[in-house]
């Protein structure tokens, strides 16, 4: 089967812009005739010139971008499955940028601003470096992302970045059901990537979160200036459907980021 060139398009525009001008030259008639072939010829130029200036090569498959993030999520989830550690995720703001705490149980230690991956003192934790951060990053960088902190407005912008940014679902839904946050991504686009990591564990996606998962929560967490954590991950594959649940217990010695 012949593959598609991407530059055919314009290689054919080009050479019959040739081919009009010079029927052009060739005939010299100086008419309305004349005039039309150096138009066309001249548009199909400029488009030609256009096709190879903009193109920016065959997109990446959906399929391969997603396992690229999976094992370093199942590692790192292992990592500290071998701790002992078995609570979930905790997406905390910290002076403009997001900390994941991931505690041996359920609480969450009142004070992790030390450089440390490890908060043996109080209630025991792993602080790690979300997986969404270069992500994040880029987005706020190259792209000018504001996360807003009214709730509507919060909500529209994780749509936004599903949707429009990342281009990874076909419809993102985003909604406040009592005090959890609920985001639901209609045709996923990396499906192949959750039954990777799921295939290890479910327990992977909660206690880490693949760099979608993670910048949803961080997006969440800076928007509400409060910590959330994965209540729960939920993946539909015959569907296509991932859903993620965010909640916002309070920690242990409350007062990182402001309350809603």
Known sequence: ????????????????????????AATGRGDITTATLILAG???????????????????????AALLPAQGTITIATL???LGVQGDAW???DEGT?????????????????????IT????????TPTSAPLLAHLQEKHALEIPDEDDALLACIIEVCDDLLEVAEKTEAKREGANIVVTLHGYRLMDGCRAVRAASP???TMVGCPVCSLIAAIAALGTGGAVKFEHIGVDEKKGVLRII?????????????SR
């Open 203 to 205: 327990k992977c996606c």
């Open 98 to 118: 997001v900390i994941e705490v991931i505690p041996v149980g359920t609480a969450v230690p009142a004070a992790f601003k030390d450089d440390y991956s490890f």
């Open 246 to 258: 965010l909640t916002r217990p309070e920690p242990r010695g409350a007062g990182h980021g402001n």
């Open 42 to 64: 001249a548009g199909c130029f400029v488009t030609g010139v256009f096709l190879l200036a903009l193109h920016k090569g065959e997109p990446l498959d959906p399929g391969i």
């Open 91 to 93: 997406f905390i703001p």
């Open 1 to 24: 089967m012949m593959q598609n060139n991407p530059y055919r398009g314009a290689f054919l525009l080009i050479v019959a812009a040739a081919v009009l001008l010079a029927i052009a």
């Open 80 to 82: 500290c499955a071998d």
């Open 121 to 128: 003192s109080d209630a025991c934790a792993v602080r790690i």
